[in-house]
């Protein structure tokens, strides 16, 4: 399946959608976000990693940053924060360059190493949509984690590739539904940064939208009355 432009859903949702698939509609269907610690701070180191200059080159290395990627196999678009192109014999070509270069994405994180996969899957995402533009297979990436300033190697596997096809494919799913799963509250709810607008114990059968909606209009009633 190839999807069309309009149909595109934004890659780092990805990241949103496995922690729980109820931030991920808030988020991207219900258009709700709230900021928090967690979210300002992944938010500013971002911003370092796309500030710098959009391209450099390091003796074999050429670091490119903030790059708009997209996949019409996964209907998806996003930016990666850093793909770092190898100069080797079996590498792509490049324009403009004499050498050939292998590509190799780099996502930026501000925490440390988590056991969940959700780093891992947004990487293999944007790996995947590297390899669509470019023609050519991506075997390694890299996490970088802010908290302990350090970086993780990711070969991408044939498994994470078909797990991102089918996370995708169920997220679109979602998103033609335009459907919002309701609240079933975990112990992450308590690191989720919308937990305050998803209030998992008041809004148990409502959507987060139809709540803010209501309370707004009970807010605006109070003033008129
Ligand atoms: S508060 Fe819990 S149920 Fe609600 S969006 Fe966050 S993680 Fe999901």
């Known amino acids: 399946m190839r999807y069309?432009?309009?149909?595109?859903?934004s890659l780092s949702g990805i990241q949103h959608f496995l922690f729980c698939r109820r931030q991920w509609a808030l988020i991207h269907i219900e258009q709700q976000w709230e900021e928090n610690l967690r979210t300002v701070e992944g938010r500013l180191m971002h911003s370092n990693a796309h500030n710098s200059l959009k391209t450099e080159t390091r003796g074999d290395l050429i670091i490119t940053r903030a790059l708009p990627v997209f996949s019409k196999e996964l209907g998806v678009y996003g930016v990666c924060d850093v793909v770092e192109f190898?100069?080797?014999?079996?590498?792509?070509?490049?324009?403009?360059?004499?050498?050939?270069y292998l590509p190799c994405p780099v996502e930026y994180k501000k925490?440390?190493?988590?056991?969940?996969?959700?780093?891992?899957?947004?990487?293999?995402a944007q790996a995947m949509c590297l390899?669509?533009?470019?023609?050519?297979?991506?075997?390694?990436?890299?996490?970088?984690?802010?908290?302990?300033?350090?970086?993780?190697?990711?070969?991408?596997?044939?498994?994470?590739?078909?797990?991102?096809?089918?996370?995708?494919?169920?997220?679109?799913?979602y998103y033609n539904r335009r459907h919002t799963p309701k609240v079933k509250p975990t112990k992450q709810c308590s690191a989720c940064s919308l937990k305050d607008i998803c209030l998992p114990v008041i809004c148990k059968?409502?959507?987060?939208s139809a709540f803010?909606?209501?309370?707004?209009?009970e807010g605006a009633d109070e003033e008129t009355a």
């Open 86 to 100: 190898h100069r080797a014999a079996e590498g792509i070509a490049l324009f403009g360059r004499p050498d050939r």
């Open 205 to 208: 059968n409502r959507s987060a």
């Open 212 to 217: 803010v909606a209501r309370m707004l209009k």
């Open 4 to 9: 069309k432009e309009e149909e595109y859903l």
């Open 131 to 173: 390899e669509e533009m470019l023609c050519y297979t991506v075997k390694l990436a890299y996490l970088y984690y802010g908290e302990t300033r350090h970086r993780v190697e990711v070969p991408i596997t044939g498994e994470m590739r078909e797990k991102v096809k089918s996370v995708f494919a169920e997220m679109h799913q």
């Open 111 to 124: 925490g440390r190493p988590k056991e969940a996969d959700m780093d891992r899957m947004q990487l293999a």
